[in-house]
C-alpha cells in the first residue's frame, strides 16, 4: 500500500502544528466557536450530542497492520475502547476530548495517518473498492488513481470552501463496490477499444433530501487529464453552486438544474484552458505511485486444497461463513475474507481496542500485514491463503468477527444515529439491534439470500437508506421518533432509489414491518429470485398492501403513538 | 476622510491609505458620492460611472463573490488593484475569482482580499492569486500574517505554483523503520 515519502509527512505535521494552534486560539476565545468550526470540521472534528467525534481518513480504505494498532491505541488513551467504522471507509471515535485531539493527530502521523478533509465543505477522502487489486473481476487496480486524487485534493486551496461537502469515488472492476453511482463524482476505471485507460465520468449523484443518480457527463476520459478535467468539474460547481440554501447547496442540485447536458459543456470549456497544463499526469507519476500497490508475495498455490475441501465438509459452520464471508481472488490459492463487524447485540460497524489488535495481527499473519474498510461497515483480509481459511475462521470467530451474515438480512448498513449524532431526527442502532435479534436464525437469513437493509436517523442518509433494498429512514413527528420504509433501492451497477411504502411506523413496530416485506418476498418469489428482483418485478403494492393490512403492535397503549394509521 | 489602516501586502504589514465604498441600503450605483482620494467602488459603481472614474489617477474596484472574473476583462488596464469581497469567510467563491483573474486574464497588479479575512484562509488565498489581504478590523494582523506560512509545502498547482509536486522533485517513500 502507499508509502508516505518526505513531503507526505512534512505536509501531516505541519497540519498537526496548525491545527494544534487553532485549538489554542480557540481555547484562549482568540477564534470564536463560529471562526472554528469549519476549522475543526476540516479536521474531521464533530461537536456531537455528548462529546468530540474524531473521524480519522482511511484513504481509499485501505490500512496497515500498524494502523490499525494505532486505532486500537486511540481507543484506549482517548475514548472508551471502540471505535466505528463508517460508510465512508473511515473510522470515528466518539468520546474525544478538544483538547486532546492535537495529540491524537500527532500520534496518528507516527504511522502516516491523519485527519485532513474528513468532513467540512471541501473535497473528502476519496473512496474506492474495498477488494481493489485482489478482486476476480477487477479491470484495472483504481488505488493509484485514488492515491493521485488524494494527493491533489488535499489542502486544494481553490476548493476548501465548497457550497457543500464533495465526494468522490472510484471503481476499476467490473461490479461497483464503491457506490460509485450516489457520489458527487463516480469513475469507472475503463478501457476504450484501443486498450487505452481512461475514466468513465459521473456527476450528480447523492443522497440526503434529494437522492439523485449520477449521470455521465463523459464517456472516456484519458487517465493523465483526470486531475485537470477533476479540477473544471469543481472550478464550475465552485462559482455556480448555490450557496443561499445548504439543502440545495450540493452538486446534484446545480447538475439537475442545468442538465448534465449543460453542465457537461461548461466543464468541457473550462478544461479546455487547463487541459495538457503542468497538472496532466505523467506516466512516471503514475508509476511512482502504482510500484505501492504491486502484488504483494503470493506463493503459486493451486486453486484449491485437500484439507481445505475436507473442512468445509466436515463442518457447516465454516461452510456457511465460507459462502458469505469469502470472496474469490485473482490469484488461485487466495481469497479475501470479510470480516463481519455485524455481530447481534452490538452496533453495526463498532469495534473494540481488542479487536483492532487481534485484526492486525492476524492481518501480520495471514494477509500480508494489510486490512482494508468496506463501505458497508466492515473489514476485509485480503490475501488469505485458502490452506489457512480455516484456522482464520476459528480464530475470527472466537472475536466475535466471523457472523457468515455478509450481504444478508443482519449484514445492516447503519449510522451513528440519535443515540450519538447531534444531526439524527431519530435513533438508528436499536432500531438494527431488534432487527438483528429477530432475524438471528442464520437459516432464515440464508434463505433469504443477499438483501441490504440500510438504516439512517436522519435525511443526511449517512445510512445510505435510499440505496438499500430495504431504507429506513429516522423522522422526528412532532418530537417523537419515526421510521419512514422503502423498498427497491439498490447500488452497485444497476443503482436504484428506493420507494417509500406509505407511513412511517414507530420503533416497536418496526421488526414486525420486516417481518411482513419477507413474508411477501418469500410467498411471492420465483426461484432464483433475491428480494430486489421481487420488488423490482412487482412493484411496491404488494408488500404496502400486507404491511399495512393489520395493525401493528406498537408496545403503546394509549395516547398519539398508539396507532399509526 | 481617510483613515490609514494596515493590511498585509506582499507578506508584510504596512499601511493602507486606500478606502473601500460600499453600497448601504438605498444607496445606488448611479448616485452614490465616491469619496476623493484612493478609493476602491464596487464593480455595479465602476460600471455606472465608468467615465467619471476614469478621470482619476489611480481608482480601484471590488468584484462581490457572485461576480464572475470576465466582467472586469476588458478594463483590468485601468486598476490600480483589484479586490475581492469575502462576505463570510466560509464563502468559497472569491478563491476561483482570483484563479481566474490571475490566470486566465493575466492580471497582475494587486489582488486584495477584502470583508470576513481570517488568518486560517490566508494560506489559502494567497495560493490562488492574493497578495494583499485586508484582515477583518477586530483581528490581530500580526497574529494573521503567521497564516501564510502555515505550510511550506503543497501538492497540486494554483497560482503561485505551476508545477505539481510530482513533476517538480524526485519523490520516494522513507521508511519510517
Known sequence: ?565 | MLVSTNIIKNREVVADDWSVLRLNEGDSADSVSIPAGKVIVPFSVWNARRAQLLERAEVGVWLGSDAQADVVKDDLAHFSLVAVDFPKFTDGRGYSIAYNLRTRLGYNGELRAIGDVLRDQLFYMQRVGFNAFAVRADKDINDALKGLTDFSEKYQTSWDEKTPLFRRVQRQAVSQD
Open chain 1, 1 to 565: 500500500m502507499y508509502r508516505y515519502d518526505q513531503y507526505d509527512h512534512l505536509i501531516v505535521k505541519e497540519r498537526v502544528a496548525q491545527y494544534r494552534d487553532q485549538v489554542r486560539r480557540r481555547l484562549a476565545d482568540e477564534l470564536t466557536e463560529e471562526e472554528f468550526l469549519p476549522l475543526r470540521l476540516q479536521n474531521g472534528l464533530y461537536m456531537q450530542r455528548h462529546a468530540y467525534m474524531l473521524r480519522i481518513a482511511v484513504p481509499y480504505g485501505m490500512l496497515s497492520s500498524p494502523q490499525v494498532r494505532m486505532f486500537a491505541h486511540i481507543a484506549r488513551k482517548y475514548d472508551r475502547g471502540y471505535g466505528h467504522l463508517t460508510t465512508r471507509q473511515n473510522i470515528q471515535f466518539n468520546w474525544i476530548n478538544l483538547e486532546q485531539s492535537p495529540d491524537i493527530l500527532a500520534e496518528l502521523a507516527t504511522v502516516e495517518m491523519h485527519a485532513i478533509q474528513t468532513s467540512g465543505n471541501c473535497i473528502r477522502n476519496t473512496t474506492s473498492d474495498e477488494l481493489a487489486g485482489v478482486a476476480a473481476d477487477e479491470i484495472i487496480d483504481p488505488r493509484p488513481y485514488a492515491e493521485m486524487i488524494r494527493e491533489w485534493s488535499t489542502f486544494h486551496p481553490e476548493f476548501a470552501f465548497l457550497p457543500r461537502k464533495f465526494k468522490i469515488a472510484i471503481s476499476g472492476a467490473e461490479q461497483d463496490r464503491a457506490a460509485t453511482a450516489v457520489h458527487d463524482i463516480g469513475l469507472h476505471v475503463v478501457k476504450n477499444a484501443e486498450g487505452e485507460v481512461g475514466f468513465r465520468v459521473l456527476v450528480g449523484g447523492g443522497m440526503g433530501r434529494t437522492p439523485i443518480i449520477g449521470s455521465v457527463i463523459r464517456e472516456f476520459l484519458p487517465w493523465q487529464h483526470a486531475l485537470t478535467y477533476l479540477e473544471a468539474i469543481l472550478r464550475v460547481y465552485n462559482q455556480h453552486g448555490r450557496r443561499d440554501n445548504k439543502y440545495k447547496a450540493r452538486i446534484k442540485i446545480l447538475v439537475k438544474a442545468l442538465s448534465a447536458e449543460e453542465f457537461a459543456r461548461q466543464v468541457e470549456a473550462e478544461w479546455l484552458d487547463i487541459k495538457d497544463g503542468p497538472a496532466t499526469l505523467t506516466a512516471e507519476e503514475l508509476q511512482r505511485i502504482a510500484q505501492y500497490f504491486t502484488p504483494p508475495p503470493y506463493e503459486t498455490l493451486p486453486a484449491t486444497d485437500a484439507g481445505f475441501e475436507g473442512q468445509k465438509t466436515d463442518n457447516k459452520g465454516f461452510a456457511n461463513w465460507l459462502k458469505r464471508n469469502v470472496k474469490a481472488h485473482k490469484v488461485s490459492g487466495y481469497a479475501a475474507v470479510i470480516l463481519s463487524v455485524k455481530k447481534t447485540g452490538v452496533p453495526p460497524g463498532d469495534i473494540t481496542a481488542a479487536q483492532l489488535d487481534f485484526v492486525a495481527d492476524l492481518a501480520d499473519q495471514y494477509s500480508f500485514g494489510e486490512v482494508r474498510v468496506t463501505h458497508e461497515q466492515n473489514l476485509v483480509l485480503a490475501d488469505v491463503k485458502i490452506s489457512e481459511l480455516f484456522t482464520v475462521w476459528q480464530a475470527v470467530k472466537a472475536q466475535g468477527l466471523a457472523t457468515p451474515n455478509i450481504g444478508l438480512l443482519t449484514d445492516i448498513i447503519c449510522c451513528p444515529g440519535g443515540d450519538f449524532c447531534s444531526l439524527a431526527n431519530a435513533k438508528s442502532i436499536p432500531i438494527a439491534q431488534a432487527i438483528a435479534e429477530k432475524f438471528d436464525n442464520l437459516d432464515f437469513q440464508h434463505d433469504i439470500g443477499d438483501i441490504e437493509l440500510n438504516i439512517s436517523g436522519c435525511i443526511n442518509a449517512c445510512g445510505h437508506h435510499h440505496v438499500g433494498n430495504i431504507g429506513i429512514l429516522g423522522v422526528d413527528k412532532d418530537g417523537s421518533e419515526w421510521y419512514q420504509v422503502s423498498i427497491g433501492g439498490a447500488q452497485g451497477n444497476n443503482t436504484s432509489i428506493g420507494k417509500i411504502i406509505g407511513p412511517s411506523f414507530s420503533a416497536q413496530q418496526m421488526p414486525v414491518v420486516i417481518e411482513r416485506l419477507l413474508n411477501v418476498y418469500v410467498q411471492q418469489r420465483t426461484e432464483e429470485e433475491l428480494f430486489i428482483d421481487t420488488v423490482q418485478r412487482l412493484g411496491i403494492a404488494p408488500f404496502k398492501e400486507f404491511v399495512y393490512a393489520s395493525p401493528i403492535p406498537t408496545g403503546y397503549t394509549h395516547g398519539e403513538d398508539a396507532c399509526v394509521y
